[in-house]
């Protein structure tokens, strides 16, 4: 009983000073790595729904939106790494350095933080969406955070 813990404890030693050893380098560079690129987290937002290439059957059509790397809140909202979405139906983004307008039923903005939004009444064809993600005085960030996807309606 005795023999086999130390046995144990031996081995333990071993494998503790043998991983320390070959550890010191990697752990340097992880320990480095956060600061050294804090822009490789770079924001992103992706159109769930409809999907790229969807047909739809209804004039009635449900975007989600989920993202990553920024936080969605409410329209005023200036909090660095925060902002609320935006979309484009059938329309050309504005330039990025001024607001998004509002058009209705065409430029829609997210404003309540929200993450889901229904365009009523679609006509039927194909149709381009851009969910852009911009600040709280609808600024898109910068860089851009933006999916793009076509879709079509078929009713
Ligand atoms: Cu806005």
Redesign the pocket.
């Known amino acids: 009983m005795k023999n086999s813990f130390r046995h144990t404890v031996l081995i333990l030693s071993v494998a503790l000073v043998s991983s320390c050893g070959g550890e010191p380098p990697a752990d340097a560079e992880e320990a480095g790595a956060p600061e050294a690129a804090p822009a490789a987290t770079m924001a992103s937002v992706s159109i769930g729904s409809p999907a790229d290439g969807a047909a739809i059957m209804t004039t009635s059509v449900t975007v989600t939106l989920t993202v990553d790397g920024v936080q969605i809140v409410p ?1 005023g909202d200036m909090t660095a790494g925060t ?4 979309l484009y139906l059938d329309a050309d983004l504005a330039a990025a350095d001024a ?2 307008p ?1 058009i209705p039923g065409s430029v829609v ?3 309540d933080g929200s993450a889901e939004y229904t365009f009523e009444g679609v006509s039927a064809g194909e149709h381009r969406l851009i969910a852009v993600v ?5 600024v898109p960030l910068n860089p851009m955070v933006v999916d793009t996807v076509m879709f079509t309606v078929n009713n």
């Open positions: 329209a902002g609320h979405h935006h607001p998004v509002s903005h997210m404003g911009a600040d709280g005085i609808h």
